[in-house]
């Protein structure tokens, strides 16, 4: 009988243990995680805070799964190292966890910026249920508060502030919100949505210092400009939970690197969710791809081969969807072609009376890149062509059209499966 170690409770790690157990009924599995919470949607922590939904709808797996599937569930238990010669796990409380096979999936933490004042009482990452009630308890004397970042984490964080009456501004040194999967003209459909609900968006300016003797009393932008608030939410991205690797043989990029069995160089330690770097379909490279479905994807892929199959994970596809005040926006695959690069071929429609925004980039006529802003319901079509690489040159001049379709696909999909017959 094998012991299995999971390091992380979120989607990949989960994902990995419901894959293990599919397979094997008997071997032990134990589960560590640095939080007190059994698993929850971690993408959904905007909308507790907003008030959209209950505690209890945020839930990813129930309380009784644990015991149901034989997995020991240890909480608030944090890894600080691995030993991957000796098969062990290093607890920050020097308890020690030997395993057959192992899977990380620490997934990533927020990045803050090393401004003056950053570590005052009241400046919160949003990653976390943690994170999200000590928000929460602050609110009923929280006024004003200041974003830091308009990136998907900030800008859901003020979303979710302004559903709770607070004045939230966002301070963000770019020239746009959601710079990572948006490009500018679609950019500006959520920016107009989100000023109408009167959230304040401040660009081209970063915070030298947060003031406060204790207690936040405002930020100081690159101008010297303040700006009063008593509550700050930094959104400027996240890191790979990489440090309990560092110093091991285990290879490590931006993230843990991992093949496409998603094992890492040491054949007993698998890699998987926010902190994996593994191949890009569409950048055709290796990276890291911080998305919950992702995540899932890859713990699935690694507990299968931890428990003895030998299954391929074809590589991640960048998907971000969010929707703000009624308006769906959703990106994959690569938003926009980098300065000096060729060979790409965009076609778009921009509707800014109807709310409306349609793009493909596309290269050697095969979708790269998909943005859908007000009108998503072809977001499936397009990640099926995308995923399958499928040449659409037969059906291009109505991709954006409005009645384009599954139909349109069909013969697409047929003379792929025809190559492979």
Known sequence: MKQFVIIGNSAAGIAGVEAIRSKDKESKIMVISDEDYNSYCRCLISYYLAGDVAEDKIIYRPENFY????????????????????????????????????????GASPKFPETPGIKKRGVFGFRTIKDTKEIEGLLPVTKNACVLGGGLIGLKAAYALKRRKIDVKVIIRSKQVLSQMLDFEAAHFVQKRLEENGIEMIFGQGVTEVIGNGDIKAVKLDSGKAIGCSLIVVGKGVSPNIGLVKETEIKVNEGIIADNLLQTNIPSVYAAGDVCESFDLTLGEHTVNALWPIAVEQGKVAGQNMAGESVKYDGSLGINSIEFFGLPVISLGIYKNKEGETGFEEMKIADKKNNLYKKVLLRNNIIVGTILVGDIKNSGIFLRLMRERLDVRAVKDRLLSEGFGYPDIIDLVKEKEKIYV
Do not use: H, M, W
Not at 76 to 92: D, H, M, S
């Open 67 to 106: 015991k149901e599937n034989n997995i020991e569930l240890l909480l608030n238990k944090k890894v600080v190292r691995i030993e991957p010669k000796k098969n062990k796990v290093i607890c920050e409380d020097k308890g020690q966890l030997g395993y057959d096979s192992l899977l990380i999936a620490t």
